[in-house]
């Protein structure tokens, strides 16, 4: 699964709209959608890790089961996760 579908996935699981979560994180909706899309491929550290403390959760559980741009680009372990 990519970032920015397994981030509008938590999103939706715990009922935080567009706007709200915006405002969570302090970023403009656009930023969000772009995010999720996967039109933005690689969002910062600092913006995940803000999603993570809006949702109350650890960094590596908002991770799990997200593969790596470069395990999917060059056929590495299929599977792999980020660390």
Excluded: F
């Excluded at 920015?4 to 969000?32: D, H, K």
């Excluded at 913006?47 to 593969?67: E, F, H, K, S």
């Amino acid at each position: 699964m990519r970032l920015g579908a397994r981030l509008r996935e938590v999103r939706l699981q715990m009922g935080v709209g567009v706007n709200e979560m915006a405002r969570l994180v302090n970023v403009s909706t656009w930023q969000i959608q772009l995010v999720e899309s996967g039109r933005t491929k690689d969002p910062s550290l600092g913006y995940v890790w803000r999603c993570a403390m809006a949702y109350g959760m650890p960094m590596q559980a908002l991770l799990d089961g997200v593969t790596c741009p470069s395990q999917r680009e060059h056929g590495k372990r299929a599977g792999a996760v980020c660390a």
